[in-house]
């Protein structure tokens, strides 16, 4: 069991590195691991290696603690801040 919040969250940091290289990439978090690819996307960006995108799909707190428009809020981060870096909108894969 890892021994905090943080923990997990550099063993995640050092494998998205590792798998994705020099090559552009998507983080992905469903229901309650969203609260880490979040946190994961976060570490990234302040290293400098950011994430193209962040996708949460139905998204979980493990307490709830009232965070039921959380995937929003972090979507609107992560778009307000890619747009903001790279000074126009990310593309958005539609099927």
Request: aromatic residues 8%.
């Amino acid at each position: 069991m890892p021994l905090s919040f943080d923990a997990v969250v550099d063993v995640l940091v050092e494998g998205a590195r590792a798998a994705a290289g020099d090559a552009p990439f998507v983080l992905l978090g469903y229901s309650s691991g969203d609260q880490f690819a979040h946190a994961v996307a976060e570490s990234l960006e302040k290293a400098g290696t950011p994430a193209d995108a962040l996708v949460p799909l139905d998204t979980c707190l493990p307490d709830g603690g009232g965070h039921d428009n959380l995937w929003m809020r972090c979507s609107r981060e992560c778009w307000t801040a890619r747009t903001a870096s790279s000074g126009s909108a990310p593309h958005v894969w539609r099927p």
